[in-house]
């Protein structure tokens, strides 16, 4: 490949099938044995994917169509799916759990009922422990990695890196729904079958506030730990399922945002709260709390939703994008997604396949054109 009398491309012994030029950003697509893109000034490459293509065109908003070499039919190349680096593999069977530390240096994930620590960069596992029969919920929490257990309910708290019970706190309810941070817990009172917001900071538990639904599906709070949303249901009936949010800065009070047949999230970004509710996603403004409509994803995905620190969502594996009002294909495992996590800092992305393993993967930036 040549440009400004530049040679920026070899192909060596393989066959080119294809070549194709998008000149708003000066992107050049080869198809050999796989279909590479490469920056037109610099011979950069930018995204490759393991297919073989007959032809390749670029359309007007960037997508690359290629045609596929057996399958005889145009399948879009995402370019937001660029490299990615795979740092290490954790088999995992039954329940899985993934949690990123607050400073994006390590990960805790299951691995075949055992609990994980692992360091990101370089990649190293730094401790391995049984997992505790009944945990529903793992977190790093002040410098420890804590653990919300059921019956009966306690949170567990393990010192890093060695994993070590430090702590183990029973919680005085019969149940709970959610703990969050090991500060705020979502639970019934005893012989109660209403839902209590709880501040666990001190034993006994303060109660906060009362919600009608006693079932919790999803809790959520903001990055500087103001606001608080809680989805819920009533547990046993076709109910819809409601969305509140606390400020807590203001008050203990919730402020009802809705009812929904279906709801996935919420997650709070830079926009305010966003979730995916009957189909259409959602955002409601932190200073009103009005909802505004973003759009109807195109792409059948399941799963939750995880914020990441561009803006984007990620669902499955997909990147949602309320900017661009866009669904696109983030990775491709050729395995059913059951969950992701994503850093703080945006950088790491943890998938877990329904069967086999959890692949941490460095996040597909956003190309500068999108």
Request: glycine content about 6%; proline content about 7%.
């Amino acid at each position: 490949v040549w440009f400004d009398e530049r040679q920026l491309w070899q192909s060596g012994p393989r066959q080119v099938h294809a070549l194709a030029c998008w000149e708003k950003a000066s992107l050049i697509a080869i198809a050999t044995e796989v279909v590479s893109v490469l920056k037109a000034a610099t011979g950069e490459l930018v995204a490759s994917w393991p297919v073989e293509a007959e032809a390749l065109e670029f359309v007007s908003d960037g997508t690359l169509v290629a045609l596929i070499r057996g399958r005889m039919e145009a399948t879009r190349l995402n370019l937001v799916s660029g490299p990615r680096k795979c740092l290490g593999i954790s088999s995992s069977k039954g329940p899985g759990f993934m949690s990123f530390s607050p400073d994006s240096t390590h990960i805790a994930a299951t691995h075949f009922r055992c609990i994980e620590l692992w360091q990101l960069e370089p990649w190293k596992r730094l401790a391995r422990r049984e997992m505790p029969e009944g945990m529903t919920r793992m977190e790093f929490v002040n410098g420890d990695l804590h653990l919300l257990m059921e019956d009966p309910p306690s949170l567990l708290s393990l010192r890093l890196p060695e994993l070590e019970i430090v702590s183990a706190r029973t919680l005085p309810f019969r149940s709970v729904d959610m703990v969050l941070a090991g500060q705020l817990a979502l639970a019934p009172e005893e012989e109660s079958i209403q839902l209590h917001l709880w501040d666990c900071r001190s034993l006994p538990p303060r109660k906060l506030c009362s919600l009608d639904q006693y079932r919790t599906v999803a809790m959520e709070s903001s990055a500087d730990g103001r606001y608080l949303a809680a989805v819920t249901y009533q547990a046993g009936t076709d109910s819809p399922i409601d969305l509140y949010v606390w400020d807590l800065d203001e008050s203990y009070s919730p402020r009802h945002l809705g009812e929904f047949r279906y709801l996935y999230g919420p997650v709070f970004t830079a926009q305010g709260l966003v979730a995916l509710a009957d189909g259409q996603l959602r955002t409601w403004e932190m200073s009103t709390w009005s909802a505004q409509l973003g759009f109807r994803p195109d792409t059948p995905v399941i799963g939750g939703l995880v914020a990441l620190a561009d803006g984007r969502l990620l669902r499955g594996n997909h990147f949602l994008d309320p900017l661009r009002k866009t669904t696109d294909l983030c990775f491709d495992l050729g395995e059913d997604i059951e969950d992701v996590a994503a850093s703080p800092d945006g950088r790491w992305i943890a998938v877990k396949p329904r069967q086999g393993a959890v692949y941490v993967v460095e996040t597909p930036r956003r190309p500068p054109w999108a």
